[in-house]
């Protein structure tokens, strides 16, 4: 079982940037084998936003924001972050982050998972105003 935590959420002006933390629980390289952040809005299904192979160096991202939000993970302390630049109201969410050991790629897993497998934190909000 892996145990992940969210931080960083906040309100922020358009154009500006914000970093998500997620820490995970000791283990989670022997656990999972995918790690990534999902954005949710009310009404709306969970997307995939970013992965990474656990211990990769080879990220996946959305469309949506490719080249706009970096992910990256730092095994010695157990965390994994979200950079997030050129913030727009669009990307105004709930932001999760999970992990998940899976026998296919981690960008199929990010454009798949929704919620019901892995682990998943409780979700830290951002919100991006005009």
């Known amino acids: 079982q892996v145990q992940v935590a969210e931080s960083g959420g906040g309100s922020v002006q358009a154009g500006g940037s914000l970093r998500l933390s997620c820490v995970l629980s000791s283990g989670y390289t022997y656990n999972s084998n995918c790690i990534g952040w999902f954005r949710q809005v009310p009404g709306k299904e969970r997307e995939g936003l970013a992965a990474?192979?656990?211990?990769?160096?080879?990220?996946y991202y959305s469309d949506s924001v490719r080249g706009r939000f970096t992910i990256s993970e730092d095994n010695a302390k157990r965390t994994m972050y979200l950079q997030m630049n050129s913030l727009s109201p669009e990307d105004t969410g709930m932001y999760y982050c999970a992990a998940d050991f899976v026998d296919t790629f981690c960008s199929s897993w990010m454009r798949r998972a929704r919620g019901d497998y892995g682990w998943w934190g409780q979700g830290t909000q951002v919100t991006v105003s005009f």
């Open positions: 990474l192979l656990v211990g990769g160096d080879n990220p």
